[in-house]
Nanobody, 118 residues
Framework: QVKVVESGGGSVQPGGSLRLFCEVPESAVAHEMAWYRQAPGKEREFVASITKEMEAKYAGFVNGRFSASRENGKTAAYLQMDKLGPDDTAQYYC?????????????WGQGTQVTVSS
C-alpha cells in the first residue's frame, strides 16, 4: 500500500548538480523523509533528512553542498545536490517515516543511481 517513488539520479561530471525527488502519492503527511546512500563495498550511510516541520539535517560529508526541501502538506521532498564529486557516487535511497496509532513505520524507495565521473 505504501509505495515510495523516487527519481532524479543520473550521471554528472564533478562539480555538477542533481535534484532527487521522493514521494508517497496520496498519503498522509510523513513525519520524516530521508535519503541514505550506498556505494559498492561500503556500508549504507545517512545523507540528509527533513521533517514535516521542515527541519533538515545533513551528514557531515555534505559540507553545505546539499539542501532538502518538502512540498507543503504532502509526503514529497527534494534533495538538491550541488558540487558533486566522485565520492558521491552511490545508489541513493529515500526513506519515509510515518506514525500510525502511535507507532513509527518506515518505508524505502527502490533507489536512484547517482554517478559522478569525468
Amino acid at each position: 500500500q505504501v509505495k515510495v517513488v523516487e527519481s532524479g539520479g543520473g550521471s554528472v561530471q564533478p562539480g555538477g548538480s542533481l535534484r532527487l525527488f521522493c514521494e508517497v502519492p496520496e498519503s498522509a503527511v510523513a513525519h520524516e523523509m530521508a535519503w541514505y546512500r550506498q556505494a559498492p563495498g561500503k556500508e549504507r550511510e545517512f545523507v540528509a533528512s527533513i521533517t514535516k516541520e521542515m527541519e533538515a539535517k545533513y551528514a557531515g560529508f555534505v559540507n553545505g553542498r546539499f539542501s532538502a526541501s518538502r512540498e507543503n502538506g504532502k509526503t514529497a521532498a527534494y534533495l538538491q545536490m550541488d558540487k558533486l564529486g566522485p565520492d558521491d557516487t552511490a545508489q541513493y535511497y529515500c526513506r519515509v517515516d510515518f506514525f500510525r496509532l502511535g507507532r513509527q513505520y518506515w518505508y524505502w524507495g527502490q533507489g536512484t543511481q547517482v554517478t559522478v565521473s569525468s
